[in-house]
């Protein structure tokens, strides 16, 4: 971990490990529940003929996600998992903060939009969160980026402040 290097993230550290953390315990529990081979989208997304969902994302839920449940469950499940251990540990966490943006906007767009409410405002706070470490990468502070990407020189010298 780079404790030395100079930067006012600190804050955005502390949010990206809690975020990691919630990824990591979801993911967990799907880990737990064998969730790739239950009946995952009848309890998360609900009846996809009879929600009200854009047009084009419930074509793709019911032409893609239902036939190959099983597959997305364990792209689900692995997703959370990975993006969350890597937020946690501060690795690439650019990359795995966008890839848990992608994971995101699918539960926003299925989950979030079927059921509203808690749920809605739930993934738009992640959403959030995730787009912003896309942007300032917290990684680098109380994470494995900072021992990876170092800024300036690299030898101990005054390198940039």
Not at 93 to 119: E, Q
Not at 139 to 157: H, M, P, V
Request: hydrophobic share 45%; glycine share 14%; charged share 15%.
């Amino acid at each position: 971990m780079n404790l030395k290097e100079r930067t006012y993230l600190w804050y955005l550290a502390a949010l990206r490990i809690y975020v990691g953390y919630y990824l990591v315990t979801q993911g967990y529990r799907k880990f737990q529940r064998d969730f790739p081979k239950g009946d995952w989208v009848g309890r998360q997304i609900g009846d996809i003929a009879t929600l009200d969902l854009y047009p084009w994302y419930k074509t793709f839920l019911q032409s893609y996600v239902v036939p190959h449940s099983e597959i997305f469950g364990y792209l689900v499940m692995i997703g959370e998992l990975a993006v969350g251990a890597c937020l946690l540990l501060g690795l690439f966490t650019r990359v795995n903060a966008f890839i848990g943006l992608f994971i995101l906007v699918n539960y926003y767009l299925g989950v979030g939009m079927a059921r509203g409410g808690f749920m809605l405002a739930h993934q738009q706070i992640f959403i959030i969160a995730l787009a912003i470490f896309v942007l300032a990468s917290p990684g680098r502070t109380l994470g494995l980026d900072g021992l990876l990407f170092r800024s300036g020189s690299g030898k101990g010298g005054k390198g940039a402040r």
